[in-house]
């Protein structure tokens, strides 16, 4: 994609999947913008950012009156919203918070309903274009003798899985109530790679204790993807109109 004079933002940019998105929107000549949580002096995550990035301190969870006029101000002039942000099951390693049900929803779904409201308040005429990440977790993770495709219904079986979930459903709706909204759902699997290590030995472990099956076998719950692959995802969603207002696993 050509990204000369256009300006994006990227909600969860500090994950290993948010930097090397960034870099790829960079290196296509975008205005990057991002959304972090924490303001530098609280968290140095911001220094993993590659150089150029426009950051913007707020928690898209909150809706207090200074969270809300950030987000629009980050949100203003922005042709294309990836919006990657979420609370997962290592939440807690990163951020030293409990990870329960209702932090899951305030952010995932709450999170995700706040920035849509902002990127459609701060640009109020002109199409809004929206790539989600969201996870197979929406699949649920029990479903012997199911082979699983990108048809098949959602059934999550865990908090993580139905907040993603409902984040879906809270976009379906945005985008039903507001035709200028066109999305793309990516519901991406276990991720390995760089910035995945930790997620990919435990992987590794799994399969040493005949826990995981093989890849190949078609009854294999945790689809694993390279995190490059995963970004190459997103760049060719963003630029095809095929993939508007439709899901991809």
């Known amino acids: 994609m050509d990204g000369k004079g256009k300006i994006v933002l990227v909600t969860g940019a500090t994950s290993g999947m948010g930097r090397l998105l960034v870099k790829r929107l960079l290196e296509s000549g975008y205005e990057v913008r991002v959304i972090l949580r924490k303001s530098p002096s609280e968290h140095p995550e911001w220094m993993d950012l590659p150089k150029g990035v426009r950051v913007y301190v707020a928690d898209i969870a909150l809706t207090d009156r200074e969270t809300v006029k950030e987000l629009e101000r980050a949100s203003k002039d922005v042709s294309i919203l990836f919006h990657l942000a979420a609370v997962t099951y290592n939440y807690r390693s990163n951020y030293g918070e409990r990870v329960n049900t209702n932090v899951m929803i305030e952010t995932n779904v709450v999170g995700t309903e706040n920035i ?120 060719d969603a963003a630029g095809s109109e095929r993939s508007a207002n439709k899901y991809t696993t």
Do not use: C, W
């Open 116 to 235: 849509l409201q902002a990127y459609s308040e701060a640009n109020k005429t002109g199409r809004l274009r929206l790539l989600f990440a969201s996870s197979t977790a929406v699949y649920g993770s029990k479903r012997a003798g199911e082979t699983l495709t990108e048809e098949s219904d959602p059934s999550p079986n865990n908090s993580y899985g139905e907040s993603k979930y409902m984040a879906e459903q809270v976009i379906k709706a945005f985008a039903s109530a507001n035709p200028r909204l066109k999305y793309t759902i990516m519901r991406i699997g276990v991720i390995y790679g760089k910035g995945y290590e930790r997620n990919f030995m435990k992987v590794f472990k799994l399969l040493k204790e005949g826990r995981l099956v093989y890849v190949g076998k078609g009854n294999n719950h945790l689809p694993l993807v390279n995190v490059q692959d995963v970004v190459d995802g997103f760049i």
